[in-house]
């Protein structure tokens, strides 16, 4: 990376070619997100969630969204992921 950063140094700013690490999510909380507008929506989904065939266990996903919610002692990415997987389920 520092060859490729130095090869364009004169063609960039250098506030944003040397800016810190960001990630992917572009500052949008995965928790913010499944707690507030789209709550619903999840709700809806975890009511009565896809096992995907018995790969996954329907209780299991109902209890972690649960423990989500009240306890918070669930990583919001694990939920989150769990969230796509419902959605993606019912297309």
Do not use: C, H
């Not at 969204?65 to 306890?71: A, G, P, Q, V």
């Amino acid at each position: 990376k520092w060859i490729l950063k130095k090869a364009v140094e004169d063609l960039m700013p250098k506030e944003l070619l040397y800016a810190p690490k960001r990630g992917f999510g572009n500052g949008i909380q995965e928790k913010d997100v499944l707690l507030g507008p789209w709550q619903d929506k999840a709700e809806e989904l975890f009511d009565e969630p896809s096992d995907f065939d018995g790969f996954l266990k329907s209780s299991e996903i109902k209890q972690t969204w649960l423990d989500f919610k009240t306890r918070g002692n669930v990583p919001a990415a694990e939920v989150a992921k769990l969230f796509s997987m419902q959605a993606w389920s019912k297309l």
